[in-house]
């Protein structure tokens, strides 16, 4: 019988779990070391996943005696107290019996069908990008970064190309395929029409080739659904994740600082605002509408002061504050989403000529095109207009920003060395930049799954 040190873990590992990259590793690595020669080990890379997900769960039902295996080591469990007996190591090996672990009388469903090949290594077919230009689409090789709460800066682990579309809509990826020569499509549930369905029997997409790109219906909401695609000796693989339409309710007021001191927003621009806003990067990135539910004139009178030329978020100093004069005026109403869609704060919009905001430690306000509140849902933003003229794309793209904040919330925690904006210049959620590209985990933030369908890659070890 060997020896084994006893590990520990800081946070739950496995389905629901915190799974922190160490506590995981340790898992992975403990696993491994109790695995028979016949099994393949885990990637002891720290990040979970339904391989480590399936082996915890063996693990539970055949030496833990779990009848339903929550797949989940928790700190002070049964599971980790076995990972931690060195008599393990045989009950795995051994074959279930009567005085071992219970097992599931329910005979055992046939595996589906498994690609033709093994994938790996295997000519890649190029992918393009999405016919309609639109973003919501992530290729690879990705970014040196992940981007997320953990701010890893390790290169991810992956495979294939990623889109969003929208539920009840189509979106199309251009391959580069032989037109004239067949295309397989496989899935872990796919039927000889294209649909792919998840545990449950439920049908989530439909896909299928024409001419030399992949089309894409979303029918019910899902994660990073897999298809695997093959063509003459090549492969690509293709994660879908399909989205319901979510929508932000947004009230507008139109500041006036003083006597003929008052923003320049006239209501048919800022409609056009809301139009670029949804149709340029909203709807296409991760299908978020923004509706205006109404637009009102707010006078100097109203707000009881004048505000001068600068509107000042002080949120150091509170007397120095002046948003405090526009909150009064704010409104909320819960907008009806699909039952799929998670309820949004509702956003209460006060265009102003220009405006300043106090970091925290300095003294001296910094000047903004834009902030939210997101505890309250509350965003001020300038005109940016100059002379006669409106920037309305420059508005939609700082509206959308945002609303970004208010929609991912703490994605980008306020620690050492993490900012609280996306470091990619290109990237909408940049804090000073000019793009307006979401990133795919700003995406699953902003509009986020609810079911997680089962996805396991027969080939990963």
Known sequence: MIALPEIRIGRSVGYRGQNNIADVRTVQERLNLLLDDTRVPLVEDGFYGPLTKGMIGDFQNKVVGFFNPDQRVDPNGKTLSALNDPASKEKWKASPNPSGPKVDPKPDKPDPPEPPVDPSSMPKIPIYGALDGARGFDTYPPPSQILGPLQVKMQPSRDGAWI????????????????????????????????????????????????????????????????????DGKHARVYISVKPKRIVPVFAFYVEHGPGLKCRVSPDELRTVFQIANREILKPQCNVELRLMGDNFLSHKEIGRHLGFVVREDTVNSKKDEWKYLSPFMRKQQFPQSSSALQVKTVNLFIVRQLASVQDGDERPVKARGAMRSGTGMCVIEDQSFGRKTRVA????????????????????????????????????????????????????????????????????
């Open 164 to 231: 969003m579309v929208p539920e009840g809509g189509e979106r199309t990826i251009v391959l580069g395929i032989n037109a004239a020569a067949p295309v397989k499509i496989w899935s872990k549930m796919i039927d000889d029409q294209g649909h792919v369905s998840v545990p449950g029997k439920k049908t989530v997409l439909k896909a299928w080739i024409e001419d030399q790109s992949l089309v894409v219906k979303g029918l019910k909401p899902c994660k990073d659904c897999k298809i695997d695609l093959f063509q």
């Open 394 to 461: 420059g508005i939609a793209h700082t509206l959308c920003h945002e609303v970004g904040h208010l929609l991912i919330e703490d994605l980008y925690r306020q620690t050492e060395g993490v900012g609280e904006h996306n470091p990619y210049r290109d990237a909408l959620m940049y804090k000073a930049g000019s793009g307006n590209k979401l990133y795919r985990v700003e995406i699953e933030a902003m509009n986020p799954t609810k079911s997680h369908p089962t996805t396991v890659n027969p080939f990963a070890t």
